[in-house]
């Protein structure tokens, strides 16, 4: 199994962004599978921003950004997006995407045995 991000860079104050996560290598059938968005900036813990499932694509959003993210899947198990509004300076991080076979929950974060390389956002002022 392969993710890769796309659509990070600069933005600047204020402004949205789309970040997507395209998954290769997982099997066809059905398979129930979790993928989340993180973040981490530098000298920071890695935050874990939200989760989506595959079985019926419930979004699950941490509280901290629940005003200003969404999270959606676009093809079954293949792509998932992140979408920020109102981007601030401290929105500023490598965002990466997991995944694992299952379903969303507060363990995923270490459990998860597929992730990206991460993408680099940076909201400038």
């Known amino acids: 199994v392969q993710l890769v991000e796309s659509g990070g860079g600069l933005v600047h104050v204020g402004e949205s962004l789309r970040l997507s996560c395209a998954a290769s290598?997982?099997?066809?059938?059905?398979?129930?599978?979790?993928t989340a968005w993180f973040r981490q900036a530098p000298g920071k813990e890695r935050e874990n921003l939200a989760c989506?499932?595959?079985?019926?694509?419930?979004?699950y959003i941490m509280e901290a950004v629940k005003t200003r993210v969404t999270i959606s899947r676009i093809d079954a198990n293949s792509t998932v997006i992140l979408q920020m509004k109102n981007l601030k300076p401290a929105d500023s991080a490598i965002y990466t995407c997991?995944?694992?076979?299952?379903?969303?929950?507060?363990?995923?974060?270490?459990?998860?045995?597929?992730w990206g390389q991460g993408t680099q956002v940076t909201v400038s002022s």
């Open positions: 290598g997982f099997p066809a059938g059905g398979y129930l599978v979790a």
């Open positions: 997991a995944a694992d076979f299952g379903d969303c929950d507060a363990k995923l974060p270490t459990r998860a045995p597929y």
């Open positions: 989506i499932s595959s079985r019926d694509n419930r979004p």
